[in-house]
């Protein structure tokens, strides 16, 4: 089975002529004690063209103010929407993101993300210049609740499957399962455990499964990765897998992709993947390119990574 994507609107606003939108909320996503900095933060968009236009999986650019090293005014960062389709709390003139501040040191030198930084300062009535929308292929089907799905995330991946999730269950009739399986170092870095812990509650076909790679052990002793659940979870993760009408959506840092294809084709599961040559007898001793020229992510896989 191929999904259909939905035909969605681009570029009503671009670096040369930006919109002005304000911020209404600027919180705290992370469990209070993580030493990550990561914030919500919700977006009124009103007056502008993009109200009722953006979809989940999407992303708006921040125009963020002041020039770098060479003079040049910054160039725009694209943050995906952590609300769903219909808008944050189902208002078409509100759109979230979530951003984590960039602070790290490097031989003696504190640098921080200009973007990040700027953004997670922004207080409620601030406004800045936006971009967008932008993204075309990582969103939901047409028919999106025919499917079953496995969200892989980690960090601010998280963010488009947020919004995901909210359209597939806050109608009360997707009765397929929606997996989210997210990786993180410690427990404090958590994102929206309060909300994601509400909805497995509340849904009995969505499934919720974390990997704390700096604390939990498995059972062999090693460290449990976001890919290592496909493993782990296997019993409930099989089945649902082996179904036609599963789709497999990456978000989160470049190169957790191709962790979680090796895991995946060394499960068995080639129908998600357009296999161009015979398999070598130790897939992990290919990097990325390399596991793309011998078999390649189909239809049923969407990658956003960064």
């Not at 040369?16 to 304000?22: H, V």
């Not at 993204?135 to 991946?157: I, M, Q």
């Not at 990456?250 to 015979?278: N, Q, T, V, W």
Request: aromatic share 8%; with cysteine; hydrophobic share 35%.
């Amino acid at each position: 089975m191929t999904p259909e994507l939905p035909e969605v609107i681009l570029n009503l606003y671009t670096p040369k002529s930006p919109a002005t939108i304000k911020v209404v909320e600027n919180r705290i996503a992370t469990v209070e004690s993580s030493p990550n900095i990561v914030r919500h933060i919700t977006f009124d968009i009103s007056g502008t063209e993009m109200v009722g236009k953006v979809r989940a999986g999407q992303a708006i650019g921040v125009v963020p103010p002041g020039e770098d090293e060479q003079g040049k005014p910054h160039k725009i960062r694209l943050y995906s929407v952590s609300s769903a389709t219909g808008g944050e709390g189902g208002q078409p003139h509100l759109v979230s993101t979530t951003v984590k501040r960039n602070i790290e040191e490097v031989e003696g030198k504190l640098y921080t993300g200009v973007c990040s930084n700027y953004l997670s300062n922004l207080q409620p009535g601030e406004e800045l210049l936006a971009t967008g929308p932008s993204g075309k292929r990582f969103v939901l089907p047409v028919d999106a609740k025919k499917w079953n799905y496995l969200f892989f995330a980690t960090g601010t991946g998280i963010a488009p499957f947020r919004g995901m999730l909210k359209d597939l269950f806050d109608q009360g009739d997707y009765n397929g399962d929606a997996c989210l399986l997210f990786g993180s170092p410690y427990r404090t870095d958590l994102l929206y455990l309060d909300e994601l812990t509400e909805l497995e509650k509340k849904a009995d076909n969505f499934h919720y499964m974390k990997a704390i790679s700096r604390e939990d052990r498995r059972s062999d002793g090693s460290k449990p990765y976001v890919q290592s659940l496909l493993e782990d979870q296997a019993d409930l993760l099989r089945p649902i897998l082996e179904k036609p009408n599963t789709l497999i959506y990456i978000c989160g840092l470049k190169g957790m992709e191709s962790s979680i294809y090796k895991k995946l084709l060394k499960e068995g599961f080639f129908d998600y993947f357009e296999l161009r040559e015979a398999l070598p007898a130790d897939l992990s001793a290919l990097d990325g390119a390399e596991l793309k020229k011998v078999a390649k992510p189909n239809t049923r896989i969407f990658e956003e990574v960064y």
